[in-house]
Structures are given as structure tokens and as C-alpha cells.
T-cell receptor, first 113, second 112 residues
Framework: DAEITQSPRHKITETGRQVTLACHQT?????MFWYRQDLGHGLRLIHY???????NKGEVSDGYSVSRSNTEDLPLTLESAASSQTSVYFC????????????FGPGTRLTVL | QKEVEQNSGPLSVPEGAIASLNCTYS??????FFWYRQYSGKSPELIMS????GDKEDGRFTAQLNKASQYVSLLIRDSQPSDSATYLC????????????FGTGTRLTIIP
């Protein structure tokens, strides 16, 4: 069955380290999204991509980067992790069909000490 | 004003009753509307999509959209304890834009 996976599911790192969170989908969706979810803020968009080699900044992109070299993967990199980036990160994907329905991965809980 | 607003709750509903969840949005040109269910510690799960004014029913769930008043609601009939979760409202701002804007969610508790 097609699915979307994220790894690792839990990560503890130290301030200043570079961290990469993986997202892989097998639906062949063109659109992929990274969100963070924090209490009181809901889901906030970090970066998104509408296809290979396309990346765009979301509302909370500072300190994060993404690259899209194939359809299946959109890794999220924290260049220099900060305690403010402690959060739960969700990857989502959707097809370019006009439905705009997004489907989420299981999430990664990141703690920056 | 937030783009998508929901009452954070918690909303408590007796088992078997109708749970009513509401969401308002600020952008009049919004095209697509979604309800996601999120259990504690889990990821959001899409349960309803609605694109035109009126009601859309799927099993015990009914989504209602009123574009003139800029609100979308979700009704859950015959509420079950398994419906206890946080419900997120999401809005697509305009055609051709694939992004969604999410509300902060309403926490629903079904009381046995």
C-alpha cells in the first residue's frame, strides 16, 4: 500500500548541531509539505515543494531548509538546531488534482537540548 | 484576526449525542475546506472534505459549509468514546494554491 513515512520518529540533539528529518512517500504525489506543531500554535507550514527541484518557504522557515531531488523524498534540515525548534514535525503530501487533500506522515518528535 | 479560527474547547459531549464543531475563516475567496481528526500523540487524519455550500454526509459525519458567512462546521452523530480527539479545521486559500491553513483545533471529549 502507498504510504508516507518519516524518520527518525524521535530525536534528541544538542543546540548548534545540524539535524535532518526524512520524509518519504510512495503515492507519487507532486506536492510535499513540512509542518511543525506546537501547543497553542497548531500546525504551521515550514517549507513546501510542488515538484522535483521546486522548494518554497512557508510561514516559519527561518533556520530550516529543504531540497527535492526526486518525487518521493523531501528531507528537512535544521542548519543549527535551537531550543526553539523543539517540536513535533509532520510531513504531508498531496496530488495536484485540485482536491488539495493532504495526507500526513506519523511525525517526528524532536528535542533540542 | 487569525485566518482560521476554532474554539479550543474542551468540548464535552455525552455518548450518543451530536457533537458540533465550528470553524470560521477570514479569506472570502477560500475554495476548499477540510476536517482532520488527531488523536493524542498521532498525526492528523483527513475525515471530511467539502468544496461547495451545503451539507456533505459521510457515515456519522456531516460537514456543513456556508461561504457567505465564512464558516464550516462538522457534526458527529451518535458520538462514541472513540471520537474523543482534537479536530482540526483546514482551509485552502484559493484555486491553484496547494497550501492549507490550519486552525488550532478543538479538543472533543465524549463522556460515556
Amino acid at each position: 500500500d502507498a504510504e508516507i513515512t518519516q524518520s527518525p520518529r524521535h530525536k534528541i540533539t544538542e543546540t548548534g548541531r545540524q539535524v535532518t528529518l526524512a520524509c518519504h512517500q510512495t503515492w507519487n504525489h507532486n506536492n510535499m509539505f513540512w509542518y511543525r506543531q506546537d501547543l497553542g500554535h497548531g500546525l504551521r507550514l515550514i517549507h513546501y515543494s510542488y515538484g522535483v527541484q521546486d522548494t518554497n518557504k512557508g510561514e516559519v522557515s527561518d533556520g530550516y531548509s529543504v531540497s527535492r531531488s526526486n518525487t518521493e523524498d523531501l528531507p528537512l534540515t535544521l542548519e543549527s538546531a535551537a531550543s526553539s525548534q523543539t517540536s513535533v514535525y509532520f510531513c504531508a503530501s498531496s496530488e495536484t488534482s485540485g482536491s488539495n487533500e493532504q495526507f500526513f506522515g506519523p511525525g517526528t518528535r524532536l528535542t533540542v537540548l | 484576526q487569525k485566518e482560521v479560527e476554532q474554539n479550543s474547547g474542551p468540548l464535552s459531549v455525552p455518548e450518543g449525542a451530536i457533537a458540533s464543531l465550528n470553524c470560521t475563516y477570514s479569506d472570502r475567496v477560500s475554495q476548499s475546506f477540510f476536517w482532520y481528526r488527531q488523536y493524542s500523540g498521532k498525526s492528523p487524519e483527513l475525515i471530511m472534505s467539502i468544496y461547495s455550500n451545503g451539507d456533505k454526509e459521510d457515515g456519522r459525519f456531516t460537514a456543513q459549509l456556508n461561504k457567505a458567512s465564512q464558516y464550516v462546521s462538522l457534526l458527529i452523530r451518535d458520538s462514541q468514546p472513540s471520537d474523543s480527539a482534537t479536530y482540526l479545521c483546514a482551509v485552502n486559500p484559493y484555486f491553484g494554491n496547494e497550501k492549507l491553513t490550519f486552525g488550532t483545533g478543538t479538543r472533543l471529549t465524549i463522556i460515556p
